[in-house]
């Protein structure tokens, strides 16, 4: 065994994650999420199936020459043989030979059933396809590892032969055989007695491949590895079929920080939440922001109770650092707000409100009398910010005052839709009349609201508005209900959220725009004009 072999993290996120509904890489996607992984540290980085996807065979070809690693090692996945073809007379095993990889990984049938009815061959069979394929492909010069499929059924149907299968791959000179739960089906003591039950029989080097269709992935990958396994199989951010693969970033984090294995660079684990979120930004799947370690709200805190015990010792309501991972603490602010929710949150902001009770008071009063009207400052921090100096400084900047506006909603002849809007405000001591149209009532306000302030402050052409949600609060109330809006805007390197709440739609729209303005002049070092 090489010495930088004795704990293998093995991610295949670009083949088995992407096998997630709704989750569709190109080629380019691949590489850019490979880089990440690599800094990341993982050992190993399965880049797709060679010869069987089209997009695979260009990603192996690009990758020679595109894509340089630093600490992995790209791994290529196929099937054994077909059966009654020689290894060598294989189109698929000859692409796997071809693919550039330095490692093969394969996947073979672990269960008797699945070999009589999905492969239609016999069980000696695919023992020879599975001995056959490994020594092709080590003959070649390629290092092999096996993925044992529906190992843990198998087992369970007839354990003879599922260990039959694991002594054969060891035999034939596969490094690792790693046991998978490809039906997502075990619990974590059960699977850990299998696991050291196949220790025993056969001596191999065991890894782990677990789905998460019982929320156990984790959990079972964590017992494997208890049991004796070496090679730990998963996905960023638990990516996969159906409720997907074991998630590689809590699997990684728990054994560094849980279990003290050294399993990634300690400088590469602080840089966790970044790779997590980046790669959310290529699949284009949104972040989980409650998953465990990466997660927006990892080490959010919302409860007044809780927040007067992390103001004392933060590991009182954390398990860990949050920055050991490249996270943050954060304070909620809401209707559950205590006086120390406030003021750390005041803190976060750059307040120091320790010395005055009464404008916490104010605050902790004003937020829950908003968030009793439909207000939710935890997802709107500029929002909130502007309140905290409306009530700690006694005012907020006023960079414009607001006449009146209207919008239109007009349908032309040849079916188009066009909004139009129409705003009448002061700024600097003059009145600025202006309109703007836009591809709904919102765009058009933002576009005529800027129009007539940005000869004042040109600052506000380089906003984007990024995000715009709506939720109706109160169903009953059919079209009438209160709605409550959220805004998120950029100015091209920072984001930040605003709200609105008012029983039209439009109106709450307005109220959180203003605050995504003003915010933005705020936090420029702008004075009122």
């Not at 059933?113 to 492969?119: F, S, T, Y």
């Not at 600052?459 to 805004?487: C, F, N, P, Q």
Request: glycine share 8%.
């Amino acid at each position: 065994m090489r010495p930088q072999d004795a704990f293998h993290v093995y991610d295949t996120t670009l083949r088995d994650g992407a096998q997630q509904e709704g989750l569709n890489l190109s080629v380019a996607d691949k590489l850019t999420i490979a880089r990440h992984l690599d800094a990341l540290g993982v050992g190993f980085i399965e880049g797709g199936w060679p010869g069987a996807n089209p997009k695979d065979t260009e990603f192996f070809r690009r990758a020679q020459t595109e894509l340089v690693l630093k600490s992995a090692t790209l791994a290529a996945f196929g099937a054994t043989r077909r059966p009654g073809v020689a290894a060598a007379d294989d189109p698929l095993i000859i692409a796997l030979r071809d693919s550039g990889a330095s490692v093969v990984t394969l996947v073979a049938k672990a269960h008797d059933r699945h070999v009589e009815l999905a492969l239609r061959t016999d069980l000696a069979e695919n023992l020879a396809m599975v001995r056959d394929t490994i020594r092709f492909l080590r003959d070649g010069g390629q290092r092999v590892f096996l993925d044992a499929e529906h190992f843990f059924d198998g087992y369970r149907a007839n354990p003879a032969y599922a260990l039959e299968v694991i002594r054969v791959a060891a035999e034939a000179g596969a490094d690792v055989v790693a046991l998978c739960d490809t039906n997502g089906g075990m619990l974590p003591n059960e699977l850990a007695d299998v696991v050291g039950a196949v220790f025993g029989a056969t001596g191999a080097r065991l890894g782990i491949h677990c789905h998460d269709d019982t929320a156990c992935a984790v959990a079972n990958t964590l017992a494997a590895v208890d049991a004796g396994v070496t090679h730990v199989q998963g996905t960023a951010n638990g990516y996969g079929e159906r409720s997907g693969n074991a998630n590689l970033f809590s699997v990684v984090a728990n054994l560094q920080l849980k279990q003290g294995r050294n399993v990634v660079p300690a400088e590469s684990l602080r840089d966790m939440t970044r790779i997590a979120h980046a790669i959310s930004e290529t699949t284009n799947v949104a972040p989980d922001q409650h998953q465990p370690y990466v997660g927006l709200s990892a080490f959010a805190h919302k409860a007044g109770l809780h927040a007067s015990a992390v103001k004392v010792d933060p590991n009182l309501y954390q398990h860990i650092d949050p920055a050991t991972v490249g996270n943050d603490m954060r304070m909620l602010v809401s209707d559950m707000a205590g006086r120390a929710s406030i003021e750390m949150k005041g803190r976060e902001l750059g307040y120091d409100l320790s010395e005055d009770r009464d404008a916490i008071t104010r605050v902790i009063d004003r937020v829950k009398s908003l968030e009793s009207g439909g207000y939710t400052f935890e997802a709107a921090d500029a929002s909130f910010e502007l309140l905290l100096r409306d009530e700690v400084l006694g005012h907020r900047e006023r960079y414009f005052t607001v006449e009146s506006w209207r919008t239109i909603v007009e349908q032309r002849p040849d079916g188009s839709v066009v909004s139009e809007a129409t705003v009448k405000i002061h700024v600097a001591g003059q009145r600025f009349v202006s309109t703007g149209e836009g591809n709904g009532p919102v765009n058009a306000l933002d576009n005529a609201l800027r129009s007539a302030i940005t000869t004042v402050y040109p600052e506000l052409a380089a906003l984007e508005l990024v995000d715009y949600k709506v939720r109706i609060l109160d169903g009953g109330g059919g079209t009438a209900s209160v709605t409550r809006v959220l805004i998120e805007t950029t100015d091209g390197t920072t984001e930040w959220d605003t709200i609105g709440v008012h029983e039209n739609v439009i109106a709450a729209s307005w109220s959180a725009l203003e605050d995504a303005i003003s915010y933005a002049l705020m936090r420029s070092g702008r004075s009122p004009i």
